[in-house]
């Protein structure tokens, strides 16, 4: 089982930025798909941003444009680049890895993002 490490969040003011990590306990990139997910108080989670196993991006519409996922298999990280940020991005930002073969999962602990002046 795969195990993910989350760290990069905090507190910012509206425009500003954040870089979120996630550490993958072993190499996976080549066979799993990476994403980013995010939870609001009293909403459900949802999905903001990914990368798969051939390096393609895909990302939320309201992120378009602000944020960056991006990876290094040598480090076994994920990244996501947040740019402009406004109260509306504050959430509980989770890494996510899902396996190309059987789609298993694996969740990592979350890192909180609040964005407010």
């Known amino acids: 089982q795969v195990q993910l490490v989350e760290s990069g969040g905090g507190l910012v003011q509206p425009g500003g930025s954040l870089r979120l990590s996630c550490v993958a306990s072993?190499?996976?990139?080549?066979?799993?798909?990476m994403g980013w997910y995010r939870q609001a108080p009293g909403k459900e989670r949802e999905w903001v941003a990914s990368?798969?196993?051939?390096?393609?991006?895909a990302y939320r519409d309201p992120v378009k444009g602000r944020f960056t996922i991006s990876r290094d298999s040598a480090k076994n990280t994920v990244w996501l680049q947040m740019n402009s940020l406004k109260p509306e991005d504050t959430a509980v930002y989770y890494c996510?890895?899902?396996?190309?073969?059987?789609?298993?999962?694996?969740w990592g602990q979350g890192t909180q993002v609040t964005v407010s002046s």
């Open positions: 996510r890895a899902q396996a190309i073969v059987g789609l298993s999962t694996a």
């Open positions: 072993r190499n996976i990139f080549s066979s799993y798909t």
């Open positions: 990368i798969n196993s051939r390096g393609d991006t």
